[in-house]
């Protein structure tokens, strides 16, 4: 008997109604939310219909009262909770299940007044719903946002919710439906964290797959009609509308990491050419793309080890990775995420070289190279957060340590030695911006600009590094501004710090420095002073219209330097 057949002989009582396939439901939504949320960074909703004509809000109503006893259970438990809504219309027909609807609405409104301290009645059911859609799509003011809303038919269409990642649907969808249905969990948030929606079926899977194949198959080529369902399946796998499987994916990970493993020598260092270099950004760029889809399957997802036996090169992984997995392969494990890594054929360690150091150390060297080619230069180049980095923050305080010592006691050779392990560390951190805080802490010191206190006792012992990084750092951009300032002329145009004031109010990429008009003096006083302001040969050779176009773009490039600081 076919997995159809079996499909076919399951009426719908099986599943309308039915508080333990209810439970199961639920159980299965808590077990995997980590996974199919992004570690809650994206929410979900839940669908469910009742056949035969009869109503469907009790069986939303009987989802919503088994989140209620689950989130109980888990509080108990010191376990995560969901925030939860229903929401469905008013009933106003005088029908037979108007009183149980609209008890049941009402009880979830008065359960959501409770959780986000508003007061919605039965007077303003509109007004309900119109504030659960600005909690799941994340636009609400106060910042109290939604898990999970379970609905009957409202907000399967025109409902747009970048954030919504995973569809749960426990009732038949087909044709147009299906597709607007599906579509909810397609909006784009960010391809990095979010490369496609989730749909979770819980009600005959067999037949489901087959309505969803072709209902997507047809949207997008009409052509498709024609075809068997198998080949439907193909032709959207091939088509990208559906993801391939987690064997697949893993496997195509797996060739991404050995191409970066014989790009940077097991992970060691960059490749030497640069044709190798820009190739080394676009593998990278693969496997975060490829770590970020495998990351959302569910633990257990896929027996996969039949598939890998088939690789000859892959069997000794294969036979170790059924070890651990009791022959299962995992999705992502949070708590033990180096169990996918290792089956993607790299240790834990390398994988946090390659994401970390090496990353930031191509991004860094490509960035400079097109920059001094092309003007300034940015990388898009975030990765999707695979394993916590443990730092060891006392050994960059002893560094640190060393660094101010030895430029007192002019080593510059060991001081050179010691800037540039510092450097090293920065580029293992998953935060650049603290990195480049740490690295120009460093340059103060080493260039003798911190400390700049007399009284400061040698040789230094340090209890940490927080505060000499922050003190350290802002006295090489206070520097730095200093110096951009007489380059350019405008020492009387601007002090240090009104355009510091200027550059952490901008935004990263913005033309927004003159919406006070601030900017445009600048350049008007800087136009008239800077020949008898500075010295620099680049700047004297430009005329007045060339120079106020030169400094604005040379202040804006500053501002993006610093922003975020």
């Known amino acids: 008997m076919t997995a159809a057949d079996i499909d076919e002989k399951i009426p719908n009582n099986f599943y309308d109604n039915n508080a333990e396939h209810v439970k199961i439901v639920v159980e299965d939504i808590f077990d995997n939310w980590r996974n199919r949320s992004n570690d809650g960074r994206y929410n979900a909703m839940l669908t469910t219909h009742v056949g035969g004509g009869r109503a469907s809000t009790p069986m939303a109503m009987q989802y919503f009262d088994e989140f209620q006893r689950k989130n109980a259970e888990q509080r108990e438990q010191g376990k995560f909770e969901l925030k939860v809504a229903v929401t469905f219309s008013k009933d106003t027909s005088n029908g037979d299940n108007q009183l149980e609807t609209n008890t049941g609405l009402s009880r979830a409104?008065?359960?959501?007044?409770?959780?986000?301290?508003?007061?919605?009645?039965?007077?303003?059911?509109?007004?309900?719903?119109?504030?659960?859609?600005?909690?799941?799509?994340?636009?609400?003011?106060?910042?109290?946002?939604?898990?999970?809303?379970?609905?009957?038919?409202?907000?399967?269409?025109?409902?747009?919710?970048?954030?919504?990642?995973?569809?749960?649907?426990?009732?038949?969808?087909?044709?147009?439906?299906?597709?607007?249905?599906?579509?909810?969990?397609?909006?784009?948030?960010?391809?990095?964290?979010?490369?496609?929606?989730?749909?979770?079926?819980?009600?005959?899977?067999?037949?489901?797959?087959?309505?969803?194949?072709?209902?997507?198959?047809?949207?997008?080529?009409?052509?498709?009609?024609?075809?068997?369902?198998?080949?439907?399946?193909?032709?959207?796998?091939?088509?990208?509308?559906?993801?391939?499987?987690?064997?697949?994916?893993?496997?195509?990970?797996?060739?991404?990491?050995?191409?970066?493993?014989?790009?940077?020598?097991?992970?060691?260092?960059?490749?030497?050419?640069?044709?190798?270099?820009?190739?080394?950004?676009?593998?990278?760029?693969?496997?975060?793309?490829?770590?970020?889809?495998?990351k959302q399957f569910d633990q257990d997802s896929e027996e996969v080890l039949e598939t890998l036996s088939r690789y000859d090169a892959l069997r000794e992984d294969a036979s170790s990775y059924e070890n651990q997995t009791q022959g299962h392969a995992s999705g992502y494990d949070y708590e033990n995420p180096d169990r996918l890594i290792n089956a993607l054929g790299m240790s834990g360690d390398q994988c946090v070289t390659l994401t970390t150091t090496l990353a930031n150390e191509l991004k860094r060297h490509l960035e400079k190279k097109h920059s001094d080619k092309d003007g300034d230069y940015h990388i898009d180049l975030k990765l999707t957060h695979i394993k916590d980095v443990k730092v060891d923050y006392d050994y960059l305080t002893d560094l640190l340590e060393d660094l101010l010592n030895q430029v007192h006691d002019k080593q510059l050779d060991q001081a050179h030695s010691t800037r540039s392990e510092i450097e090293r560390f920065a580029l293992g951190l998953e935060d650049q911006q603290y990195a480049d805080k740490i690295n120009r802490a460093a340059d103060a010191i080493l260039?003798?600009?911190?400390?700049?206190?007399?009284?400061?006792?040698?040789?230094?012992?340090?209890?940490?590094?927080?505060?000499?990084?922050?003190?350290?750092?802002?006295?090489?951009?206070?520097?730095?501004?200093?110096?951009?300032?007489?380059?350019?002329?405008?020492?009387?145009?601007?002090?240090?710090?009104?355009?510091?004031?200027?550059?952490?109010?901008?935004?990263?990429?913005?033309?927004?420095?003159?919406d006070s008009g601030k900017l445009g003096d600048i350049l008007k006083q800087g136009a008239k002073e800077y020949q008898d302001m500075t010295d620099d040969e680049e700047v004297l050779a430009l005329n007045k219209v060339k120079y106020r176009n030169a400094l604005r773009q040379a202040i804006y490039e500053l501002a993006d330097q610093y922003c975020n600081y």
Do not use: C
């Not at 003798?448 to 006295?475: C, H, M, W």
């Not at 951009?484 to 913005?510: C, P």
């Open 447 to 514: 260039t003798g600009v911190y400390p700049d206190n007399p009284d400061f006792k040698y040789p230094a012992r340090l209890s940490g590094s927080e505060q000499l990084i922050q003190e350290a750092s802002t006295k090489s951009i206070v520097r730095e501004i200093r110096l951009f300032r007489v380059k350019w002329g405008i020492m009387d145009a601007v002090n240090n710090e009104d355009l510091l004031t200027m550059i952490y109010s901008h935004r990263f990429g913005q033309k927004d420095l003159d």
């Open 109 to 294: 409104m008065e359960h959501y007044n409770q959780l986000f301290s508003t007061n919605f009645g039965m007077d303003n059911v509109a007004g309900y719903t119109q504030d659960v859609t600005a909690r799941l799509n994340r636009t609400i003011a106060d910042k109290q946002f939604l898990d999970i809303v379970i609905v009957v038919d409202q907000l399967l269409t025109g409902f747009d919710a970048p954030e919504l990642n995973t569809l749960y649907v426990d009732r038949i969808l087909k044709g147009a439906n299906l597709v607007q249905a599906y579509s909810r969990t397609n909006r784009v948030a960010d391809m990095l964290e979010k490369p496609w929606g989730r749909v979770v079926n819980y009600r005959w899977p067999s037949i489901n797959e087959r309505l969803m194949n072709e209902a997507l198959a047809i949207y997008s080529n009409s052509d498709s009609a024609k075809l068997t369902d198998a080949e439907r399946k193909k032709r959207n796998e091939e088509e990208g509308i559906i993801e391939k499987s987690f064997t697949d994916l893993l496997l195509d990970v797996r060739t991404t990491v050995r191409n970066l493993s014989h790009l940077t020598e097991a992970f060691t260092d960059l490749p030497r050419s640069e044709r190798q270099k820009e190739e080394m950004l676009v593998q990278l760029r693969n496997f975060n793309s490829g770590f970020a889809k495998l």
